[in-house]
């Protein structure tokens, strides 16, 4: 890619010709560093899930990339690339507007991944998924959504390859946001409150507890499985938390660290949000993969919601991913597959539990810090991004902002020229209604 | 810029070094060929408006700019040129996934102005206008919005540089797009609908009609103007229709040059929709220059809806640019200062005029063809738009797209391989409520 040869500009694109052609695995490290996952097991037999029975779940392709710690590289489908053309490569923005309102002496990049119409990072998943599906002959796939980014990128993925989409929405996001149901719709998705009366789980889940009407990430999960494993020709996509998603994500990274090393940037902390950890895994992709091989230290900080604490309150052991009990054990953080977090506006990091990846990272000491914020502060670190920045952050991507802002205003006081890269996983534009009630002193911490 | 070496790629971006930092002055040009447009008339005494009476209504550098016919190029200011990096150079893209869709031998082109938190081209010149009144110590700026777009850009503008802004949203998309409001009031603006009881002019429309209660922009024209010339220390700014507006969007085409130029394409065919005539203005600017020069010979197609046909139903003559008659008279395609258009979801076309600068081009043949095109075809082609290209437009940008899938067609029928450029002005995350009305087969042409 050319490089710049003045200054360092706003934002740094590389080429299409530059674009990654794989993936990164970064199971393939971790176990030569004695650190990998342990296996998924299956809740019945307590043995390791096998690949056939993944392949009930997803299609085939996906799962063998689940279970996968062998391939460093994963190579990019053609068709899945040409996709990526339309929207990537996503720019590394540096933030000039926001260093000079902070008056810090720290360089601030942001990778930003809301340029497209699901309005986030998803798509780069939700594109391979359904490719994977089609190519197949999978008909139909169901999923679940919390604020409606994941469901809106599969909606856009399962539109191109001509999929049927069945969404199940977590009912509070889906209230407070029934312009994202709509933009599903037109992609010709069709979209579900969850808990709902459509599945056993979910009918057993509301006769269960009228307090888990506002939904949850996890059991919206579970009733897309129900359906998945009962339909034929029907299978489960996710849109964070599993291997596969998050490798597809490294995209994010290696495009992130391509641009950086064209400008001569090297970050000193790495800062993203984690819900399901997709995003944050993605991020820190190469830079972890440097740290794991000795070659580089660069400082990772993950975000999560004080509202839904998984890594700094939670446990680290195996438990469902659901919280239905349908799917397989996973050894992570986690509160539990019963929590039921409040219904605070970063729908996308709603979820009890957390990639295993991330979980080991942050165990083994990988992932040097773990922060939970608290989410009025999240929306005034949002608007001032806002204001000076010109991108309306969705309320998750805004979780990093805060930190990032935190970091460099502690190198304002240590006059350290720290150079700091945030990930910007997407844009607000459906969640007016939270930054209404924040901007009419309504917002709390838990709603 | 970096020349890409192979074939074409999906998108075509300037370096920051080479976005343009001069705007393209067409006046200039149209005065050499004896078309320059004819003065803005003073309603009172039918005399050509003076630069000291057009300094009541805008800040004096607008005001200049909107009476210069002498400066062929204009300098964009220093500030402007940063703050256009923050979202600029915008893509032209090669729509492929569009032309196979069609299967058309066309080759289509478009530029897209959306990916910005305004939505739209209207950033480009609203933070030139809200430079101009900060550098001249103005503190307080009113302005109109329809479909919000105008609003948002302006509110981010005055946000940025700590101004204070009073927007008079059309009533029927401030009720259909709630959010609009929500977005501005983020970036600190004030928004009231309009009509209102807060102006003289408002009120003497409420009182007269009951049936303009839907506002119109020629309507919250007035009011924001009758606010900025009766406050201390304000000026009215305006979001299309100005030769100064069209002055700053011209930035949209000497990019989209600057970028075929880079992979050795001119179009046959410019095409973009026309509410006020300044995003369509700005795309055909530098190709218009090469017409206007004997130097080239692209075709421009103007798109208007057919429920507001300024130029296709209209009369060419001196009209009001306002309802409530308040501001000078321009000659131009008009429907009426009177007229009102039904509440259609493309609430940036719904306006009675155009541009003094397009309606002369019109007029003189420069622009070869208008087209007036029905609302629900509209949303077909926005659909289909969106479902092979990823990227949700608005409803006035869909205009463009509606023509340019009707031109790509012809080349299917005529075996003609033509590239066809089209203006992609904004996205339609706010406009969900009509894509709902057409999913639902409730859109008509009329609401």
Chains 1, 2 share one sequence.
Not at 392 to 409: G, N, R, T
Request: hydrophobic share 35%.
């Amino acid at each position: 890619m050319e490089k710049i040869p003045s200054n360092i500009p706003y934002k740094t694109y590389l080429n299409e010709h530059d674009l990654p052609k794989a993936w990164y695995n970064i199971r393939v490290d971790m176990k030569k560093k004695g650190i990998d996952i342990n296996p998924l097991l299956n809740p019945g037999t307590m043995q390791p899930v096998t690949l056939d029975e993944l392949s009930h779940i997803f299609c085939t392709e996906l799962a063998k990339q689940e279970l996968d710690n062998t391939n460093q590289y994963i190579e990019i489908p053609g068709e899945v690339q040409d996709f990526y053309k339309m929207y990537r490569p996503s720019p590394v923005v540096r933030a000039y507007c926001l260093e000079k309102v902070l008056g810090t002496p720290a360089k601030i990049y942001y990778k930003f991944e809301g340029n497209n119409t699901s309005g986030s990072h998803k798509l780069n998943s939700a594109i391979a998924q359904a490719y994977y599906a089609k190519a197949q002959g999978i008909t139909n796939i169901t999923t679940e959504t919390g604020a409606g980014q994941w469901g809106t990128a599969l909606s856009m993925a399962c539109g191109y390859f001509g999929l049927d989409l069945l969404v199940y929405m977590v009912r509070c996001s889906a209230q407070s946001k029934p312009m994202r149901k709509t933009l599903m719709e037109t992609y010709g998705a069709t979209v579900i409150e969850s808990p709902s009366t459509t599945t056993k789980v979910g009918q057993a889940m509301l006769d269960a507890s009228p307090d888990n009407y506002t939904g949850s990430l996890g059991t919206a999960i579970s009733e897309a499985v129900e359906v998945a494993v009962t339909k034929p020709n029907t299978r489960y996509e996710l849109g964070s938390v599993l291997n596969q998603v998050l490798l597809h994500q490294t995209i994010i990274g290696i495009e992130s660290k391509l641009a950086l090393d064209s400008i001569d940037e090297y970050p000193d902390e790495v800062i993203g949000c984690i819900g399901g950890g997709s995003n944050f895994g993605g991020l820190i992709a190469e830079y972890m993969h440097d740290k794991l091989d000795g070659k580089g230290n660069a400082h990772f900080i993950a975000v999560e919601p004080e509202s839904c604490p998984s890594c700094t309150k939670g446990e680290f052991r195996y438990d469902f991913c659901d919280t239905g009990k349908v799917t397989p054990l996973a050894e992570m953080y986690t509160l539990g597959y019963d929590f039921m977090p409040a219904p605070t506006h970063a729908g996308g990091l709603r979820y009890h539990g957390m990639s295993p990846i991330i979980s080991k990272l942050i165990k083994e000491g990988y992932v040097d810090d773990v922060r939970a914020v608290d989410q009025v502060s999240v929306f005034a670190a949002a608007e001032q991004f806002a204001r000076c920045e010109g991108i309306l952050p969705a309320p998750e991507s805004a979780h990093a902002i805060k930190v990032a802002i935190d970091e460099a205003l502690k190198c304002k006081e240590s006059s350290e020229t720290k150079t700091i890269l945030f990930g910007l996983t997407g844009t607000g534009y459906f969640d007016l209604y939270a930054y209404d009630k924040f901007n009419k002193h309504t917002l709390t911490g838990s709603n």
